[in-house]
């Protein structure tokens, strides 16, 4: 074997702990989460002879004696009342009155022998809109998560449709993620460029600093500078006291469980990924350009804005995307800090998660951020690469 062998076997020994770690712990994981989202096996795992049985069927005229004759067995096989459940949950949602059309057929197929006509259990049982809905919810893929992400749907001829406003409201929250990240965005530019500026000028002990101060926070817990921002911001807190002391005042500000809150603390939270990448640049534009615009007849100002920003502005977009990306997937502040309406689109997931179960949708809408996030990073990646020009 040869030196250059022997040398990719080695790299490859060493990189092998990390490739299956994140094999294990994110890939695995997102993959699952993304299978989730486009998978649909609630009906078709109970009804699998009716799913045999409607393939030829018009969804036009009344449901056919052998569908009828199908689904009979298919309920009276049916065995596990979990998957009956998550069966009747989807086809509930799709056609309202399935759950007690199911409760009912059901509890007379349990008792009856031999079993009745569908139609003679009830008559709901000849109307074609429910047996759509049975054959829609058959396929084992779907695209209804994804598109109830974004509140749209597929009407009964299947037509992507915008969802009634009391369907759904996931569109109005993503939108509302959008702007918080976005208040939060600008409040990080607004500070972060002039703090850079001013590390980038400073020198020595005082530049450390400066760096410190950011570098810092990083060190602390999300959860615990989150807490901290609560105890801060409440009535009786420091902010407010202050005001009051110095007669600002007559009272107590509202500056927690609103907007106000929210995009104070994930301020405090994202500065230091906006102050970073446009000190980066800062640090790299020749010092003597500033002295050379003024030489020339600009005053500061105009040397600023003609100069330094246009040369710094590579550093402010990747400071803004790293920031945004980094905000509209925030959970933590928005839910100890905001109000019901501030509530950002992963509280929705999580609720989709762990308060309902709904792994199909929550794996829908971790799937839309996923993709928005992942066009982000491809234009942050873009800007922050390095330019071919200065090299």
């Known amino acids: 074997m040869s030196a250059r062998s022997s040398g990719k076997t080695g790299v490859f020994l060493l990189l092998a702990p990390l490739m299956l770690f994140l094999a294990l712990f994110f890939v695995w994981p997102l993959v699952t989460m993304m299978s989730q989202a486009v998978s649909d096996t609630a009906v078709l795992r109970v009804l699998p002879r009716t799913a045999e049985a409607a393939a030829g069927w018009d969804r036009v005229s009344p449901p056919t004696p052998e569908m009828k004759a199908a689904m009979v067995d298919d309920l009276k096989a049916a065995t596990d009342a979990q998957a009956v459940g998550d069966m009747v949950s989807r086809l509930n949602s799709a056609q309202s009155g399935f759950r007690t059309l199911m409760s009912k057929t059901i509890r007379t197929l349990a008792t009856a022998d031999p079993a009745p006509d569908l139609a003679a259990i009830d008559p709901r049982w000849e109307r074609p809109q429910f047996w759509i809905a049975i054959a829609d919810a058959l396929s084992p893929l779907t695209d209804r998560n994804i598109l109830a992400a974004v509140d749209m749907g597929r009407d009964t001829s299947g037509a992507i449709v915008r969802l009634p406003e009391e369907a759904s409201a996931n569109l109005p929250i993503l939108l509302r993620t959008f702007w918080i990240a976005a208040l939060?965005?600008?409040?990080?530019?607004?500070?972060?460029?002039?703090?850079?500026?001013?590390?980038?000028?400073a020198e020595g002990w005082k530049r450390n600093l400066l760096?410190?101060?950011?570098?810092?926070?990083?060190w602390t817990s999300l959860l615990v500078r989150t807490a901290a921002w609560f105890i801060i911001l409440q009535?009786?807190?420091?902010?407010?006291?202050?005001?009051?002391a110095l007669r600002l005042t007559d009272g107590p500000v509202a500056l927690i469980f609103n907007r106000t809150g929210v995009v104070i603390a994930m301020t405090h939270v994202l500065l230091p990924f906006m102050v970073l990448p446009i000190y980066s640049v800062l640090i790299s534009i020749p010092k003597n350009l500033m002295p050379a615009a003024s030489s020339l007849g600009a005053n500061p100002l105009r040397a600023f804005l003609e100069v330094l920003l246009p040369l710094s502005l590579r550093g402010v977009a990747s400071g803004a995307l790293l920031v945004f990306m980094s905000a509209i997937g925030y959970y933590i502040t928005p839910a100890l800090i905001g109000g019901p309406g501030d509530q950002m689109i992963s509280s929705v997931i999580a609720f989709y998660a762990t308060g309902t179960a709904n792994w199909g949708m929550a794996g829908a809408l971790g799937l839309v951020l996923l993709v928005i996030t992942i066009a982000l990073y491809a234009v942050y990646g873009r800007l922050s690469a390095e330019d071919p020009r200065r090299t």
């Open 184 to 201: 939060v965005t600008l409040a990080c530019v607004v500070i972060g460029l002039p703090y850079a500026m001013a590390t980038a000028a």
């Open 211 to 218: 760096l410190a101060a950011v570098l810092l926070p990083l």
């Open 235 to 244: 009535e009786q807190g420091l902010i407010n006291d202050l005001l009051q």
